[in-house]
Each structure stands twice: as structure tokens, then as C-alpha cells.
């Protein structure tokens, strides 16, 4: 199983972020997540695929790994703009598993 899934909206969702909190701690919850992730998919035998919002990131950033998990930060737009283009290039999206809680990305699929 393949799941694609929107980053920030899931560590907000899960509690993991908050808005106050400094970048420094921010970067540190972000790795926290994605250990977890990486731990999730060993144990459901799944691909993990995060995305990021990076809309004023500086530049863009190619895909990445971390422990097995694949990362992309969406530069120049949202998490659920990439989600979709992602989505529109497989073969068989019917295939992924799209974790998000922005209806039009859910919708889409």
C-alpha cells in the first residue's frame, strides 16, 4: 500500500506542531514525524510519501529520503497542489491512499 500524505496538515492534526512554536523546535517535531512514519511503514509494509507546503521556500529541492520515507517540499504552492499533480501522473491512483483533511484534494481522488 501506498500512502501520500500531506505533511503539516497531518502533524497539526496529530498535535505535533503548533503554530508557536520556534523554527528550531518546529524542525525537531518535523523529524520526530517523520521517524515516525518511517517506523509506520516497516510495520503496514507501505510506502510512505510526504509532502510539504513550501510555497516561500528559496528555491526548489528535489525529492528526499529519510529512513525510507520520500519527501518532496511543494515549492511555489501548497501541499495539496502537489498532492494533486502527484495524484494526476500515476497509472493507477486508485492504488494511493491520500492522507489529508483538505476536501478538495479527497474529493479528487
Do not use: C
Request: glycine letters at 6%; hydrophobic letters at 40%; a neutral charge.
Amino acid at each position: 500500500m501506498t500512502f501520500l500524505i500531506d505533511g503539516y496538515n497531518l502533524m497539526f492534526a496529530l498535535g505535533l506542531a503548533s503554530k508557536k512554536m520556534s523554527p528550531k523546535k518546529f524542525e525537531l517535531k518535523r523529524r520526530e514525524f517523520l521517524d515516525w512514519l518511517a517506523k509506520e511503514s516497516v510495520g503496514r509494509n507501505a510506502a510512505m510519501r510526504v509532502v510539504f507546503d513550501a510555497q516561500n521556500a528559496m528555491g526548489p529541492s528535489s525529492e528526499s529520503e529519510h529512513k525510507g520515507v520520500r519527501i518532496r517540499f511543494a515549492y511555489q504552492k501548497t501541499a495539496d497542489d502537489e498532492i494533486e499533480t502527484l495524484l494526476a501522473a500515476e497509472a493507477h491512483p486508485e492504488a494511493i491512499t491520500v492522507v489529508s483533511s483538505d476536501g478538495r484534494v479527497l474529493d479528487r481522488k
